[in-house]
C-alpha cells in the first residue's frame, strides 16, 4: 500500500528589520494615541510603520528609554513583544 507523502510547510523567513520612520506631528499624535489606548486597555494594537503592518500582541512589555550624548537627548517610547514562530 503506498501512502501519500505530505506537503512540507516552508517556513516563512522572517528578516531582520530596524527602520527610524519620522512622521508629521499630527500622525504621531495621532498613534500614540492609538497606543495608549491599547495599552490601558491591555488590547493588542495594529500600527504600520514604513510600509509595514504590525500586530502587537495585548500584553507586550512597553518601556521608557532615555539616552543623552553630545549635547542631545533622546526618549524612546519602546514596544516589545516575541514574534510566534510560523
Known sequence: MKTKARPTR?????????????????????????????????????????????RVPAGAFVSVEHAREGGIDEIEFQVRWKTPRR
Do not use: H, M, N
Open 10 to 54: 516552508r517556513r516563512r523567513k522572517v528578516r531582520s528589520r530596524d527602520v527610524e520612520k519620522t512622521y508629521p506631528r499630527t500622525q504621531f499624535v495621532a498613534k500614540l494615541r492609538r497606543l495608549a489606548q491599547a495599552v490601558a486597555r491591555d488590547e493588542a494594537f495594529t500600527i504600520r510603520v514604513a510600509g509595514e503592518t504590525l
